[in-house]
């Protein structure tokens, strides 16, 4: 008996998001010994700090859009890098903001409307989860 397209898509798409959120893992818990040290050994001034400050989020939004656009190409189709960065960001601010899980995950299948396009309730959910491990 064949597998019903839908399934198969929400499962690839599971299956993306998995791997990406899984890869994120691995780079976030590697260590350099020499990097460390090195960070260990110089200082920064405090002037400095806030330029670097703002790279980890703009690093987090790229790492979203890449994975947005590989797990979900029909929501992504037309869309430019900026308008998946902003379902991030909104997610985001959600989240923080304390809204309920299941409000924030009917936002995100309103944002990810692309033409007659839009996320299902699972694929609104793994946008959600991508976006609350980065956030």
């Known amino acids: 008996m064949p597998l019903a397209s839908g399934t198969v898509r929400r499962t690839s798409a599971a299956i993306a998001v998995s ?36 790279v980890p989020d703009s690093a987090k939004a790229g ?4 994975s947005y656009r590989s797990a979900f190409p029909k929501l992504a189709e037309g869309r430019s890098d900026a308008q998946i ?20 995950v009917q936002s995100t299948v309103d944002r990810s409307k692309s033409g007659q396009t839009a996320a299902s309730k699972e694929e609104a959910q793994a946008i959600f989860t991508t976006a609350k491990y980065l956030c």
């Open 19 to 54: 791997t990406t959120l899984f890869a994120l893992l691995i780079a976030g818990c590697s260590s350099d010994d020499k990097d460390t040290a090195t960070a260990s050994s110089t200082s920064t001034s405090p002037a400095t700090q806030p330029s670097g400050a703002a």
């Open 63 to 66: 790492m979203f859009v890449v």
């Open 85 to 104: 960065a902003e379902i991030f960001t909104a997610t985001c601010k959600d989240i923080k903001d304390g809204k309920a899980e299941d409000a924030i």
